[in-house]
């Protein structure tokens, strides 16, 4: 709000009942705490509430009392008018009783003003209209700025309590969510311990399972059914191994988008439909063939006769004899397909591993390949 080339030296008190002191000099601002004992003084006196909101002091020392008995210079007259070039102005502090008081410091002539200093020079009747239009402007402008500062406390009072209640919404949802999940994996548990029983195994979900059950959103019924489907195929899996543990992975739970409740775990979904399928019958005879041709070779390696025994217990997760025949046989047409397809696969336990022998043709069973 002032010209260029105007110096001011300000004395305020803050909110924490600190004193500062703001100087604007040369067009650049700094402002310091005071601290020194005696200065303190000086300023409370400086600040000390007054009938006049503004005056044009001295050119002095600033933290001179005004009040000071002996300083008889500082009384305005015409004689020593032109020494009266500063102007004090005084505002009620919204953080004390006291005034903050602004020192404004002006030079002997008007030009900054817009006005001819050489023909017209700071009189009385010129210093009295500056000093009021700049005290009623500052009086606007604080006005403004503490209308401007009580709405930005409103706000962010109103902003804060919004963000609180938010919090309390998400922590309410997130606990709602947490006892959902709680309740759905109890009753997916349910489930498979009844299926546990129908097939005398125990089946159990990988906590990466446990985890995606937690956008599950739709009726239990369609949950049942997710669940004893992934539990069936996960015992086709193994139904030529012997153990009696089941695990169920995250990949057998088969959710429509419908299921779910969480638009990430939706897309996760999709992806993961686009991108996997369950093998078909002839692909798991492949692997377990696969499995049987490097049990044959360990069997080999180790000198060791080769039976369903020692071939069963070559396997990564050893099996029954039993339980390799029962795979072979309800395979057979898919085995008898892929042995047809190439002469040179699984060499070793074409020639070498009676089970797979007693159900494939004669001319399938083909010598080593040198």
């Given at each position: ?84 070039s500063i102007l004090s102005m005084r505002f009620n502090s919204c ?38 239009m700049l005290y009623k402007s500052s009086i606007a402008v604080l ?36 006892e959902h999940h709680r309740i759905i994996v109890s009753i997916a ?182």
């Open positions: 709000m002032m010209p260029y080339g105007v110096d001011m030296h300000v004395y305020f008190a803050t909110k924490d009942q600190n004193i500062y002191n703001a100087v604007y000099l040369n067009g650049k601002l700094n402002k310091y705490e005071v601290s020194d004992d005696v200065e303190l003084d000086k300023v409370f006196e400086i600040r000390k509430p007054r009938k006049n909101t503004y005056s044009w002091e001295i050119n002095r020392n600033l933290l001179t009392p005004i009040t000071e008995s002996k300083s008889k210079t500082i009384q305005f007259s015409i004689n020593n008018e032109d020494d009266h953080n004390d009783n006291n005034n903050d008081v602004v020192f404004i410091s002006f030079k002997p002539e008007l030009s900054f003003f817009g006005i001819d200093g050489g023909r017209i020079s700071m009189n009385t009747e010129n210093k009295t209209l500056i000093a009021n006005e403004q700025a503490q209308k401007d500062l009580q709405n930005l406390k409103q706000f962010a009072d109103k902003t804060k309590t919004t963000i609180n209640s938010v919090k309390i919404s998400k922590d309410q949802l997130k606990t709602l969510r947490d548990q349910n489930f498979i311990s009844g299926l546990s029983k129908k097939y005398s195994v125990d089946f159990i979900f990988t906590d990466e399972c446990i985890k995606s059950l937690k956008n599950f959103s739709s009726n239990l019924p369609r949950l049942q059914k997710i669940v004893e489907n992934a539990a069936q195929y996960a015992y086709n899996l193994n139904s030529f191994n012997n153990s009696k543990t089941i695990i169920i992975e995250e990949e057998y739970l088969e959710f429509d988008s419908s299921d779910l409740a969480n638009k990430a775990a939706k897309e996760k979904q999709a992806v993961k439909t686009a991108n996997s399928r369950k093998p078909n019958k002839k692909e798991r005879a492949a692997a377990m063939l696969d499995k049987i041709e490097i049990a044959v070779k360990r069997v080999m390696a180790n000198n060791e006769r080769i039976t369903g025994v020692t071939v069963g217990k070559a396997f990564e997760i050893p099996i029954s004899p039993a339980a390799i025949t029962d795979y072979l046989r309800k395979h057979t047409k898919e085995i008898i397909e892929i042995l047809a397809s190439d002469s040179s696969l699984y060499p070793e336990a074409r020639i070498r591993f009676r089970p797979l022998q007693n159900i494939i043709p004669e001319k399938q069973i083909s010598s080593r390949i040198a």
